[in-house]
């Protein structure tokens, strides 16, 4: 069974950083490939897209983050991804949720996914 494991939300101000993480773990030590995204939701919002990557590293990223977020992959550990979020505004404050599906192609909507981590907070204080 595989799962995904998010850390390194926290509080930041304005114009800060913050990068978070997410790990594809399996009681089988076995992960296959997966494709891989980032979706946030702030209270009282729907769910919306942030960042994907492929497993061959195409990435794509949502008009509100770009230029300021980087979705990335473990150089070693491939089920290993990456968010470095710089220059924070306020507005990015959210539930930031890691996705993954076995997909060859990057995947846009969530409801592709097949697996979803529990979330880490993101809270930017301006």
């Known amino acids: 069974q595989v799962q995904l494991v998010e850390s390194g939300g926290g509080l930041v101000q304005a114009g800060g950083s913050l990068r978070l993480s997410c790990s594809c773990v399996?009681?089988?030590?076995?992960?296959?490939?997966?494709?891989m995204g980032w979706f946030r939701q702030a209270p009282g919002k729907e769910r919306e897209f942030v960042a994907a990557i492929s497993w061959t590293d195409s990435t794509e990223y949502a008009d509100s983050v770009k230029c300021r977020f980087t979705i990335s992959r473990d150089n070693h550990i491939r089920n290993i991804v990456y968010l470095q979020m710089n220059s924070l505004k306020p507005e990015d404050t959210a539930d930031y949720y890691c996705?993954?599906?076995?997909?060859?192609?990057?995947?846009?909507?969530?409801?592709?996914?097949?697996?979803w981590g529990q979330g880490t907070q993101v809270t930017v204080s301006s």
């Open positions: 996705a993954a599906g076995r997909a060859g192609t990057i995947i846009l909507k969530g409801d592709e996914y097949e697996l």
């Open positions: 399996s009681s089988t030590r076995i992960v296959g490939t997966y494709a």
